[in-house]
């Protein structure tokens, strides 16, 4: 079966089609992030990442172009954004690819996309008080003593979190 | 083996959708919230003012 099926197949919501989809690709991908990142732990977690992506946006992804060239796209700004984070992004060493279908689709997408790298980039502690806040209803009390904060840290930390996320948004174009 | 590896993706997936989810529904702060932020910041610092206090007395 071809890959463009296996992710109509799991669009559908048959998880058995992922599963084929990294036995295929996964060591491809890890050949690909550790050749960037130069980190076999860090390229693991970021090829782990591109596959929930994957995930993610199965109801988005268009048939046009190839699967690997879509995952490439997907791994490659991972680990760009990646090496931001560590201010250390050997922009020279990058290996060129042009624009193609892939990276159109991976645009569209984009801003989706900048605010998964912002909660992935919170601390355990934060999403924790994210999800317990907007999600789980819990009071800035309740978040305190489950965190092991005081009720200023909480009222600070959630104010830092609203900001941060805003400022995603405000600097997307 | 490859099938906990497929688990793991789908639940770092999930757990990447209701950080998105409670990042959709966490409210506008605001000047209230930017007010109420500045309050536990003064709240704080006022907390310590009495144990400064007797620090200094101990000196």
């Not at chain 2, 959708?17 to 702060?29: D, T």
């Amino acid at each position: 079966m071809e890959d463009n099926q296996l992710m109509a197949r799991l669009a559908k919501g048959d998880t058995d089609a992922l599963e084929e989809l990294i036995c295929r690709h996964r060591a491809a991908a890890l050949h690909q992030a550790e050749s960037i990142l130069q980190d076999a732990a860090l390229a693991e977690d970021m090829v782990q990442e591109a596959f929930a992506r994957v995930y993610l946006l199965r109801h988005k992804y268009r048939g046009d172009f190839a699967f690997t060239t879509y995952l490439r796209v997907l791994v490659r700004n991972l680990c760009i954004d990646q090496l931001r984070r560590k201010r250390s992004l050997p922009l020279a060493e990058l290996p060129e690819e042009t624009a193609s279908s892939a990276e159109e689709c991976y645009w569209q997408q984009e801003k989706r996309m900048q605010l998964w790298n912002e909660l992935r980039r919170l601390s355990p502690t934060d999403q924790a008080l994210l999800t317990g806040y907007a999600l789980e209803g819990h009071s800035y009390r309740e978040l305190a003593q489950a965190q092991g904060l005081s009720l200023p840290q909480v009222k600070i930390r959630l104010h830092r979190i609203r900001n941060r996320l805003r400022s995603k948004e405000r600097d997307d174009p | 083996m490859m099938k906990d590896y497929t688990q793991s993706v789908l639940q770092r997936a999930n757990e990447m959708q209701r950080l998105e989810a409670a990042a959709m529904a966490l409210p506008q702060g605001g000047t209230t919230a930017f007010r109420a932020g500045w309050a536990a910041v003064l709240a704080a610092l006022i907390a310590l003012i009495p144990s400064i206090s007797a620090a200094q007395m101990m000196i």
